[in-house]
Structures are given as structure tokens and as C-alpha cells.
């Protein structure tokens, strides 16, 4: 009986679910959160930016996120730009070097449990109750993460893509790395990549 109980246990952890990442239904404003500092202001613009083109020029903004990170939670900066193409003026945040990628383990209970601590904080509403108000303040546009996907509007992660066949049931044979499992993706607008947002100035 423990050695079936022990596949089970495995094959739950190694496939993913429907949902890997949910927020919870109603986030509050968190004590502590820089976005608070500046709810009296008027919230940023809703952007999102598609990338078309590779540009590894560095942005100030990626820099800024990137030592905002460093300072404020556990993890490792994976890095920035990679020149990822899809098509004809179709490509991955990386490629305009928008993007951080930031190594936690999904399969790690510590890393897991700062992932969900540091996505709570960037998508919490302010004291004005502005939604999202850290991850707006900053010019994130998208966060991807265990097989889930958010981007900027949206309430709820839903599913990655890659992660998933067309009737919506999990992959069996999915890398950690493009599943997000070994990593989260923080894409940056525009303007946040610019430091042009208002938590940049």
C-alpha cells in the first residue's frame, strides 16, 4: 500500500494540474507593499506590448525589476534578453530584452512558497483598492509561472498554453524550464522597460 501511495504522490507532482497557479478569489491590500506609497496618484495606463523585433539593447527598467528582485526576495536572476522569433514581426518579450526570468523551483515547498508570496504582492490591490497595483506601478504586462499565465487585465491566471493539448488536458511530457516550473517569467510593458511607469519615478 506505501508503494502505491508513493507512485500516486509521484505522478501528482510531476504532472500538471488544470490550474497549476490560482490567485486567491479576493486579494486585500498587504501591509508593507511599495504600491501603497503611491495610491494617491492616478493609476498607470493598461499596456500591453507585443514584441516584433530582437533588440538586446539593455533597458533600465528590466535593470531596475531585476535589482528590485534581488533586494526584496529569494531567487536568481536567470536573465533577460534571448533573440526569440516566432514569425515576421512576431517574437518573445526577450527579444526587446523585456523580460526577467527568475529561478525558483516549483518543486521546492520554499521556492514555491515565495513564488506565490511575490506574485500576491505584485497583483494585491493598493489602499485606493486599484487592482494589480504593484505589477501596473512597475509595467509588468505578463507573468508566467507552473504552467500558468496572467497577463495585464486579466483576474485570474489561466493555462499555459504549452502545457495543455487543444481539449485542454495536460501534457505528459512537458520540460520543467518551458513549463515555468523551474522558473518565473516577469514580462515588462513598454514604459515599465523604459522606467517610465510610476514606481520607476
Given at each position: 500500500?506505501?508503494?502505491?501511495?508513493?507512485?500516486?504522490?509521484?505522478?501528482?507532482?510531476?504532472?500538471?494540474?488544470?490550474?497549476?497557479?490560482?490567485?486567491?478569489?479576493?486579494?486585500?491590500?498587504?501591509?508593507?507593499?511599495?504600491?501603497?506609497?503611491?495610491?494617491?496618484?492616478?493609476?498607470?495606463?493598461?499596456?500591453?506590448?507585443?514584441?516584433?523585433?530582437c533588440?538586446?539593447?539593455a533597458?533600465?527598467?528590466?535593470?531596475?525589476?531585476?535589482r528590485?528582485?534581488?533586494?526584496?526576495?529569494?531567487?536568481v536572476?536567470?536573465g533577460?534578453?534571448?533573440?526569440?522569433?516566432?514569425?515576421?514581426?512576431?517574437?518573445?518579450?526577450?527579444?526587446?530584452?523585456?523580460?526577467?526570468d527568475?529561478?525558483?523551483?516549483?518543486?521546492?515547498?520554499?521556492?514555491?512558497?515565495?513564488?506565490?508570496?511575490?506574485?500576491e504582492?505584485?497583483?494585491?490591490p493598493?489602499t485606493?483598492?486599484?487592482?494589480?497595483?504593484?505589477?501596473r506601478r512597475?509595467g509588468?504586462?505578463?507573468?508566467?509561472?507552473?504552467?500558468?499565465?496572467?497577463a495585464?487585465?486579466?483576474?485570474?491566471f489561466?493555462?499555459?498554453?504549452?502545457?495543455?493539448?487543444?481539449d485542454?488536458?495536460?501534457?505528459?511530457?512537458?520540460?520543467?524550464?518551458?513549463?515555468?516550473?523551474?522558473?518565473?517569467?516577469?514580462?515588462?510593458s513598454?514604459?515599465?522597460?523604459?522606467?517610465?511607469?510610476?514606481?520607476?519615478?
Amino acid at each position: 500500500m506505501r508503494r502505491l501511495l508513493l507512485v500516486f504522490a509521484c505522478l501528482f507532482v510531476a504532472a500538471p494540474t488544470a490550474h497549476a497557479f490560482r490567485l486567491p478569489e479576493q486579494l486585500t491590500p498587504l501591509q508593507g507593499n511599495p504600491a501603497n506609497r503611491l495610491a494617491q496618484l492616478p493609476p498607470d495606463e493598461l499596456e500591453h506590448d507585443r514584441a516584433r523585433r530582437c533588440d538586446p539593447k539593455a533597458k533600465p527598467g528590466v535593470v531596475r525589476f531585476t535589482r528590485w528582485l534581488q533586494r526584496n526576495t529569494r531567487g536568481v536572476f536567470w536573465g533577460s534578453y534571448r533573440c526569440e522569433k516566432w514569425g515576421e514581426h512576431e517574437a518573445s518579450l526577450h527579444a526587446e530584452n523585456r523580460a526577467v526570468d527568475w529561478h525558483l523551483d516549483a518543486s521546492n515547498p520554499a521556492d514555491a512558497r515565495t513564488a506565490r508570496a511575490l506574485i500576491e504582492l505584485l497583483l494585491a490591490p493598493d489602499t485606493a483598492g486599484t487592482p494589480h497595483a504593484l505589477a501596473r506601478r512597475m509595467g509588468l504586462e505578463e507573468i508566467i509561472w507552473d504552467c500558468s499565465y496572467w497577463a495585464t487585465g486579466m483576474p485570474q491566471f489561466t493555462r499555459y498554453s504549452p502545457c495543455f493539448g487543444k481539449d485542454g488536458t495536460p501534457r505528459k511530457r512537458v520540460g520543467k524550464t518551458v513549463a515555468h516550473r523551474d522558473h518565473i517569467h516577469f514580462g515588462l510593458s513598454k514604459r515599465g522597460a523604459a522606467a517610465r511607469t510610476t514606481f520607476w519615478r
